[in-house]
């Protein structure tokens, strides 16, 4: 039993804290209360009470429709809240330190608003990466200073080198972008690499099935956030980004 505890209390916390990135996401770009009023539907605007907002099991419970109009409410909310459940699961089974395990839990934290504000506004808000490279900084200080210059070098390497991209073409890449890009080195150190590897293979495979799906001269102009693919490097980065370059470095 105690085996399960952590990674049981660690699925719970990442239930409720997913709760809140959905209305973090849903209300940061619309300038709204975090805090105020409560969670209601979509259709007809009725508060949810406690029972009908419990993470997961109460989209469950009412076959994702409101208890009041009936009107079907997104699978994403039950979705984004199992994924960041099972994502700090996760992160506690892999971490092997205090520092890998708090900048985990943090990067996801930061990662799931970011991805979803990105998919739906095509933009990612300065008031989640400015927070999310202070948070990392602290916490580096705190837990273990002397991985602080990797942290900082790798987080001045990957955003000078999205800058780069984002002078270079401006049309295919944000300032969003960069900060996110920077904000990963901070937390991944030097597995950033792998990461920004994997977010550059990922978009340009959508970008190609976008292209063969709508004809060249469309696919082209279909604006495509990068945003979503940076976390998902970011996430097999935080999981396998240290044994990719070990792997790397061993090779050549």
Known sequence: MPVLALPGAALLFGLLIGSFLNVVAWRLPRRESLVRPRSKCPSCGVQLSALDNVPLLSWLVLRGRCRRCGDPISARYPVVEAATGLLYVAVVLAADGPRVLVLGLLLVTFLVPIALIDLDHRRIPNVLTGPAALAAVAAITLI????????????????????????????????????????????????????????????????????????????????VPFGPFLALGAVIGLFAGDALVDAYLARF
């Open 144 to 223: 273990e200073p002397s991985w602080l210059t990797e942290a900082l070098l790798a987080g001045a390497a990957a955003g000078g080198f999205f800058l780069l991209a984002a002078v270079l073409y401006p049309r295919g890449m944000g300032m969003g972008d960069v900060k996110l890009a920077g904000v990963l080195g901070l937390y991944l150190g030097r597995a950033v690499a792998p990461s920004l590897f994997i977010a550059l293979i990922a978009g340009v495979l959508v970008g190609a099935a976008i292209i063969a799906r709508k004809g060249a001269e469309e696919g082209r102009t279909t604006a």
